[in-house]
């Protein structure tokens, strides 16, 4: 299995919990944008997110929800090995850029060194991100290939 297999189930996954969560949204938009900087999947879609401009970032799977013109960005990072401190920090710099609504890092394999992070020094404090204003969280999963859904049992934080 390639990571590229991951995406449209995420995909799926994704505009689910996305129509679940905004029901008053105007429009849920849900991409594979892994090949295409984010600054160009987000023109498509008619949204200029400024930090993005020029910046070589791309987001696995992006979510967008508007609503009464504005609108609020979702990334997925996916990966198909252990996770490693270097996954985390790939999405976290990501996030700060950007600052999305949510953000997840999911993963077919296993927590890897973040397991002893997370679970076993408890340091949530590394998924932090925000504008200083309002704090949140990454969220850090194991995705259940079975359910094509992320584990709840090993997300981090809970949803």
């Not at 938009?29 to 090949?35: C, P």
């Not at 295409?36 to 967008?64: M, N």
Request: aromatic share 10%; with cysteine.
């Amino acid at each position: 299995m390639r990571e590229f297999d991951l995406y449209p189930p995420m995909q799926r996954w994704l505009a689910t919990y996305l129509k679940d969560k905004y029901k008053s949204a105007d429009e849920i938009i849900v991409v594979d944008a892994h090949s295409e900087r984010l600054d160009r999947v987000l023109k498509k879609f008619g949204v200029v997110q400024e930090e993005a401009v020029g910046v070589d970032i791309q987001i696995d799977v992006l979510g967008i929800v508007k609503k009464s013109g504005q609108f609020k960005l979702f990334f997925i990072e996916a990966k198909k090995t252990n996770l490693t401190l270097r996954d985390l920090g790939q999405l976290w710099a990501y996030c700060k850029l950007i600052d999305p609504e949510e953000a997840f890092l999911m993963t077919s394999a296993g927590l890897g060194s973040l397991n002893k992070l997370l679970n076993v020094y408890k340091r949530e404090d590394l998924l932090d991100f925000g504008d200083g204003k309002r704090i949140k969280k990454m969220k850090v999963a194991v995705w259940n290939m079975q359910t094509n859904a992320p584990d709840s049992a090993s997300m981090i934080p809970k949803l």
